[in-house]
């Protein structure tokens, strides 16, 4: 047995520990720049570091047959970085969505984006175009990508297209309720997030799918992103299958 075989097997076993698998476990990947200034390195440096590890960690949740997975990778709020920092994660992403297929070749994963792609480079959005066509037929895990996404935006967005809605009469007042609203946000037809997983000591949403977290499970480490790991993963979910989701009801 050889040692991918060897790690395979060995995850494998870990999978059976697991109670259950959250259906949806939604990321907040923060912390690259603080990793980099502890090894005395710039703060992009700790940007392609954690680039890198989105894949790892998207490989595994979707050996361990996680349906779907949101990672938070430029908010609204994030333009206010130096130019040269903004640069830079725009030029990781691209090379991420180019790099995706290769990397991530035989996960059967499909990519979406979401947030206002409109204020993306021009080159990046033709780069999303073609990464979520190119992947649309695949039927593994659903690998969303917030980008240029903040939740007030989202939900400002939503509010204007029901206005539009009612203003040209195809919908009626009376009938704006939850499920409309949804169908409005770029996030229509994803179910919400079971496990929020936010890295790096923050505890705080940070205009995070804040409609669709209203009751989600929230789990948070110190571990900064570049250095988490399957094991952090893991127990995460293992702190998930512990939790009584009530909803309001008695569970
Ligand atoms: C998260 O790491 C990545 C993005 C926001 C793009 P940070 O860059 O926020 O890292 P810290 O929080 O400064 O350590
Ligand atoms: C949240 O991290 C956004 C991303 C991880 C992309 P930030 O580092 O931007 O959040 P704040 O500023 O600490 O709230
Ligand atoms: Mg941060």
């Given at each position: 047995m050889g040692f991918f075989d060897r790690l395979f097997t060995k995850k494998n076993e870990k999978i059976k520990e697991f109670k259950v698998v959250p259906n949806h476990i939604a990321i907040i990947p923060d912390g690259n720049g603080r990793w980099a200034k502890k090894r005395g390195l710039p703060r992009n440096m700790g940007h392609r570091e954690g680039s890198m590890n989105i894949k790892k960690i998207v490989i595994f949740c979707s050996k361990i047959k996680v349906k779907y997975l949101t990672f938070?990778?430029?908010?609204?709020?994030?333009?206010?970085?130096p130019q040269s920092e903004v640069d830079a994660l725009m030029k990781l992403l691209m090379e991420f969505l180019r790099n995706a297929e290769k990397e991530l070749e035989g996960s059967n994963v499909k990519i979406k984006v979401i947030g206002d792609l409109t204020a993306l480079p021009e080159e990046l959005q033709k780069e999303i175009a073609r990464v979520e066509k190119f992947t649309?037929?695949?039927?593994g895990l659903h690998l969303i990508i917030a980008l240029n996404y903040g939740s007030r935006l989202e939900m400002l967005h939503a509010v204007k297209e029901i206005s539009k809605k009612v203003k040209e009469n195809k919908?009626?007042?009376?009938?704006?309720d939850e499920k409309q609203f949804e169908s409005c946000l770029y996030t229509a037809g994803i179910p919400d997030p079971d496990l929020l997983i936010r890295t790096s000591g923050e505890q705080r949403i940070s205009n995070y799918l804040l409609w669709q977290c209203a009751y989600s499970e929230l789990w948070f480490t110190d571990a900064l992103w570049p250095d988490v790991n399957e094991s952090h993963i893991s127990e995460a979910i293992r702190d998930y299958g512990k939790r009584s989701r009530r909803y309001g009801g008695l569970g």
């Open positions: 938070y990778a430029f908010s609204t709020e994030n333009w206010k970085r649309s037929s695949n039927d919908l009626s007042i009376n009938d704006i």
